[in-house]
């Protein structure tokens, strides 16, 4: 399973709504909303 950085849900990448790389990491989505907010924000999603 793979987290949602965006709303922090659990995500099997085989049934995500959506993904997307961010400096060579491949991130999920539980839904197109959350794909959509971290792509228009993607830095302030994968901050330590
Ligand atoms: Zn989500």
Redesign the pocket.
Known sequence: MEK?P????E?DPKKSAGQSEYKGETYY???P??KKKFDSNPEQYTRK
């Open positions: 949602d965006v709303c922090g849900m995500v989505f539980c839904s909303v959350c």
